[in-house]
C-alpha cells in the first residue's frame, strides 16, 4: 500500500501545491512563469518555493499514479537521446509502447550493450511479462542485449518503425530549451519519471477522437491527478 502524502509544516493548502506541481509538470512552464500564473490567481509564492514542491511531492505523485497495473502491451519501441549534463554525455533510455505511453526510461552514462540490457531487464520487472515484439533502431546494442535478455521475442530494427519512441523525446526537449538545461543526472532522472507519468496521465490514447471524449478522459485525468496527491474533497 501506498504510504500518504503528508503536508504538515507547509503553509500553503494541499490544492495550491498540487496545482502548481502539475503546472510545472504537465506544461512547457519555467519556474517563474509557474509563478506569475499564481501570481494572477492571488496566490503570492515563490519559484524556489515551487522547485522545492515539485522535487518533494512530484516524485510522491508519481509513485502514487503508477501503482496502477501496468497497462498489456506486447509491443516495445526502443530509443534513446543523448542528453549533455555539465558538459558530459549522458543517454535517456526510453520505452514506449504502441499508443506512445512511456512505459520506462532511465538515465546511463554509456549507449552500449549493456545498458540496453538494463533497460530491457527493467521493463520486464516493471510490466511482469515479455512483449511479443520490440522495434528500435539500428543500434547493434538492442540486438545483442535482446538475444541476451529475451532471445525468443521478435526483433524489428528499422529507423522508419520507431517513430513513436523517437516523437516521445520531443516535449522532453522542449523542456530541456525551457529549463536551459539539467544540472544533475540525479536530477533529470526525477524530472523525467515525474514528466511521463504526467504526460501518460493527461495525453489520451488515439482512440480518444473525438472532441467530448477528449475533454472527458481530461477531466478523469485531473481527478486522477488530485486523489494522487490527496487532495480530492
Not at 161 to 177: M, P, Q, W, Y
Not at 195 to 202: E, Q
Request: charged letters at 25%.
Amino acid at each position: 500500500m501506498t504510504k500518504s502524502i503528508s503536508y504538515k509544516r507547509h503553509r500553503f493548502p494541499p490544492q495550491i501545491i498540487a496545482h502548481a506541481v502539475w503546472l510545472y509538470f504537465r506544461f512547457p512552464l519555467i519556474l517563474r512563469l509557474v509563478e506569475e500564473m499564481l501570481l494572477e490567481r492571488g496566490i503570492v509564492v515563490s519559484y524556489e518555493t515551487i522547485r522545492r514542491w515539485g522535487k518533494k511531492f512530484g516524485p510522491a505523485y508519481a509513485r502514487r499514479l503508477r501503482c496502477k497495473p501496468p497497462r498489456p502491451t506486447d509491443i516495445w519501441h526502443l530509443d534513446e537521446v543523448l542528453i549533455t549534463i555539465a558538459g558530459k554525455k549522458h543517454w535517456l533510455w526510453r520505452a514506449v509502447d504502441q499508443d506512445g505511453y512511456v512505459l520506462d526510461e532511465i538515465v546511463q552514462s554509456h549507449r552500449n550493450t549493456k545498458a540496453a540490457k538494463r533497460l530491457l531487464i527493467r521493463l520486464m520487472k516493471k510490466q511482469g511479462m515479455v512483449p511479443k515484439r520490440i522495434i528500435t533502431d539500428k543500434l547493434p546494442s538492442y540486438g545483442a542485449a535482446r538475444r541476451k535478455v529475451m532471445p525468443r521475442v521478435e526483433h524489428r530494427s528499422h529507423k522508419g518503425l520507431n517513430n513513436r519512441a523517437e516523437n516521445s523525446h520531443l516535449s522532453l526537449r522542449k523542456r530541456e530549451r525551457m529549463m536551459q538545461g539539467f544540472r544533475s543526472v540525479e536530477g533529470l532522472q526525477r524530472f523525467t519519471s515525474v514528466f511521463s507519468a504526467a504526460r501518460n496521465l493527461f495525453v489520451p490514447p488515439r482512440s480518444h477522437q473525438s472532441a467530448l471524449a477528449t475533454h472527458v478522459y481530461r477531466l478523469r485525468a485531473m481527478a486522477a491527478w488530485k486523489s494522487a496527491a490527496g487532495v480530492l474533497a
